[in-house]
């Protein structure tokens, strides 16, 4: 059966990079493919692919990336272009852009939300609950 994929993460084949919970990466980081953020970053991210920030990430700086899923904090701001699923452990103070935008009862979001297409931000209740 070809099922369609759900998750933007399934639709590429590379493996992401993947910065490790108790790891600190201080600078900015550019790059292709998707990214996941289990540790912290300190500066810019300006991510050709997907961004994954788990419940344990925390990002500090402006970050640019194709589609993302934040479950973690953010601190600068974030522009997606396609598609931005906040989850209910994630907290950004800073200015949120994305062409469409869901957000989870719970979430924190302490700044602009611009959703580019014009479509209204959808809210849902989150079903996946974290393990931590």
């Known amino acids: 059966m070809n099922e369609p994929k759900r ?10 990079t993947v910065i490790s919970a108790g790891s ?16 912290e970053v300190h500066g810019d991210g ?8 788990a419940a344990t990430g925390v990002w500090n700086g402006y970050i640019r990336a194709q589609q993302a899923i934040v479950a973690g904090r953010i601190t600068g701001g ?15 103070h800073g200015s949120v852009s994305a062409r469409t935008i869901v957000i989870a009862k719970g979430a924190i979001v302490d700044g602009d939300i611009d959703v580019t297409s014009g479509a209204p931000v959808q809210e849902f209740e989150e079903k996946r609950k974290s393990e931590t």
Do not use: Q
């Not at 974030?78 to 950004?92: M, P």
């Open 24 to 39: 600190v990466i201080v600078g900015d980081i550019r790059g292709d493919g998707d990214y996941v953020v289990c540790g």
């Open 78 to 92: 974030l522009a997606v272009t396609g598609k931005l699923e906040i989850g209910y452990t994630a907290v950004i």
């Open 7 to 16: 998750r933007f993460f399934e639709l590429h084949s590379a493996a992401p």
């Open 46 to 53: 300006d991510l050709g692919g997907g961004l994954n920030l």
